[in-house]
C-alpha cells in the first residue's frame, strides 16, 4: 500500500505542483482496481486509479478520452504513468443514482435524473460509436451470437447449475443457440456500455456523469437500456420502465439516420433485458455463491423476484420451451426463500454480543449468559499491523489500518469464513428464540486485528440479519474512538 501511495505521489507531482493535504483509499467493490481520492489545495479532489491489468486501463484511457471528444459525460483523464498501471482522472464524487434513488425515493427529480441519464446514454452510444476503434475492446469486439451464448452458459454454471435442477442438456443447448442467434441479429447495433446501471452514473450538482464502461463493445442499444431499468436493486415501476424506455427511444430515433421501428425495437428489447437479467444472476452466483461475497449473495432473491416479474409480464418474439419451463422453476418461490435471510423483528430474543480482546492483556472472555457457548476466534494469524510503526498507535477503527487489514493481509478471506460458520447459528437461534449468542475474536494486543473482526462481524449481522448486537473492545486503552 506504501508503494502505491509513493507511487501515486510521484505522479501527481508530474501533473500539478501543488501540495496533496491527504490521500484517501476509496473501497474496492467488485473489480481488482485500486481507488484513492487525492485532497489537493482548497479541498479540490481527483481519482487515482491502479491496476496491473494494462489491457484494461488502455481500454478505459481510450474510451474516456474518445467519448469526451463526442461530448459524453465522462471523467478527463489528466494524466498518466508510463507503464500505464497508474492514472489520475477527474473526481464526480461518491453520489451514485442509486444512492440518490435510495434516498429521495419515487420522485420526480429522480424521474428527471433517469431521463438525463437515458439521453446521455444515447448520445454515447450513437455518436460516441463513430470512428471508434472496437479493437481497443478488452474481450469481444462485439457482442454477437458467441458472447450472448456465453452469458447464457454463465448463468447456467455459475447460478442454474448451483439449484441442481434435472434438465434435458441437448434441448437446452439448443435453446441457447436460438435465443442467441435471435438477439444476434439486432437491427440497431452501436457501441454497448455492457454495464450500465445507476452505481455506474455518478450525480453531481444535479448531473449525471458515466463511469465503469471500459468493458464495452459493439451491440444491441437495447442491452443498456434493459440494465438500467431492469437493475434489480433499483425495483422500478411497470410506469417508470415503460415511460423512460420510450422517452430513450425518441432520443434515438432523432439521432439515427434512418427511421426506426418500434415495434421491432421493443421486441427485441425485451430479449435483451432476459440475457441481462441472466447475466446479472450468473455473476451474483459466481460473487456471492463461489467467492462467498455477502452483498452479492443478499442481492440474488432481488434478482430472482425480478426475473420472475419478467417472465410473467413479457415476450421476446421467439419460444424456448425447455429453458422457459427451467426459468419458471428457478423464480418458484420456494427457491427464492432459499436466498432469502431470516430477519430479525421487535419479537426476535436474540442479542449478539461481539468481543475483541488481547491473549496478553486480556485472556479468554468469560461467558456469563444462562445457555453459555458460542465463539472465539483467533486472528493471530493474519498479518498484524502492529508491526508497523505508524501503525502502532493506530487500532482496527482507523482507515489506515484497515485499508492495510482489506488490502495487504488474508483477513476478508479469514472474515468470508466466519461468516458462513456463525451464519448458520444466528439463523437458528432466530427461529428457536434463543437470547444470547457470544462470538469473541483475540489477537496478541487486542487493537488491531481483533478489534477490525469484531467490528466487521457487527456489520455483518446488522446487514444481513438486522438482529440485536453488542460490541465491546476489552482492551481499549487510549486508542478507543
Request: with cysteine; hydrophobic share 35%.
Amino acid at each position: 500500500m506504501e508503494n502505491i501511495i509513493s507511487a501515486v505521489k510521484s505522479l501527481w507531482l508530474q501533473f500539478n505542483s501543488s501540495t496533496i493535504s491527504r490521500i484517501e483509499n476509496i473501497p474496492q467493490s467488485g473489480s481488482d482496481r485500486s481507488y484513492f481520492r487525492i485532497y489537493a489545495e482548497s479541498d479540490k479532489t481527483y481519482i487515482a486509479t491502479c491496476s496491473n491489468n494494462t489491457k484494461e486501463n488502455e481500454t478505459f484511457i481510450y474510451f474516456s478520452t474518445h467519448f469526451k471528444n463526442a461530448g459524453a459525460p465522462v471523467p478527463e483523464i489528466l494524466i498518466i504513468n508510463e507503464d500505464q498501471t497508474i492514472y489520475i482522472q477527474e473526481d464526480f464524487g461518491d453520489l451514485n443514482l442509486l444512492n440518490v434513488l435510495e434516498e429521495k425515493g419515487y420522485t420526480p427529480e429522480v424521474f428527471e435524473l433517469f431521463k438525463k441519464s437515458l439521453k446521455a446514454l444515447s448520445n454515447l452510444q450513437i455518436n460516441g460509436d463513430k470512428n471508434l476503434d472496437y479493437n481497443k475492446c478488452i474481450t469481444s469486439k462485439v457482442f454477437g451470437q458467441q458472447a450472448i451464448f456465453s452469458d447464457l452458459l454463465y448463468f447456467k454454471y455459475y447460478f442454474f447449475d448451483t439449484l441442481k435442477i434435472p434438465y434435458d442438456k441437448e434441448k437446452l443447448i439448443s435453446d441457447f443457440e436460438a435465443i442467441s442467434n435471435y438477439l444476434a441479429h439486432a437491427d440497431y447495433s452501436h457501441f454497448m456500455f455492457r454495464d450500465f446501471q445507476s452505481r455506474n452514473i455518478m450525480v453531481k450538482d444535479n448531473e449525471v456523469y458515466f463511469i465503469d464502461y471500459q468493458g464495452g463493445m459493439k451491440g444491441a442499444l437495447q442491452y443498456d437500456v434493459a440494465s438500467l431499468l431492469w437493475q434489480a436493486k433499483a425495483n422500478l415501476s411497470d410506469e417508470w420502465k415503460d415511460s423512460l424506455l420510450q422517452y430513450y427511444i425518441d432520443f434515438v430515433d432523432e439521432q439515427l439516420e434512418t427511421s426506426l421501428d418500434r415495434a421491432s425495437f421493443v421486441n427485441q428489447y425485451n430479449g435483451y433485458v432476459l440475457i441481462r437479467l441472466l447475466q446479472v444472476l450468473g455473476a451474483y452466483g459466481f460473487r456471492g455463491l463461489f467467492e462467498r461475497k455477502a452483498h452479492f449473495l443478499t442481492s440474488i432473491p432481488f434478482a430472482l423476484q425480478n426475473l420472475k416479474h419478467f417472465l410473467t409480464h413479457k415476450k421476446i418474439g421467439i419460444r424456448f420451451p425447455e429453458f422457459e419451463q427451467l426459468l419458471n422453476k428457478v423464480v418458484d418461490d420456494k427457491i427464492i426463500q432459499q436466498f432469502e435471510n431470516i430477519k430479525a423483528n421487535k419479537e426476535t430474543a436474540l442479542t449478539v454480543k461481539v468481543q475483541s480482546f488481547s491473549y496478553l492483556k486480556n485472556g479468554y472472555p468469560k461467558d456469563e449468559t444462562k445457555n453459555g457457548g458460542g465463539y472465539v476466534f483467533d486472528c493471530r494469524g493474519i498479518l498484524n499491523p502492529g508491526r508497523i510503526d505508524e501503525y502502532k498507535k493506530q487500532s482496527g477503527q482507523d482507515k489506515p489500518v484497515k485499508d492495510y487489514l482489506e488490502q495487504q493481509t488474508l483477513m476478508p478471506k479469514f472474515l468470508n469464513s466466519i461468516y458462513d460458520i456463525i451464519d448458520i447459528t444466528v439463523e437458528d437461534y432466530i427461529k428457536r428464540g434463543f437470547e444470547s449468542l457470544e462470538i469473541n475474536f483475540g489477537c496478541t494486543g487486542g487493537q488491531h486485528r481483533s478489534v477490525y473482526a469484531a467490528e466487521a462481524v457487527v456489520r455483518h449481522l446488522k446487514n444481513k440479519f438486522g438482529v440485536k448486537t453488542i460490541l465491546n473492545h476489552l482492551n481499549n486503552e487510549n486508542w478507543l474512538k
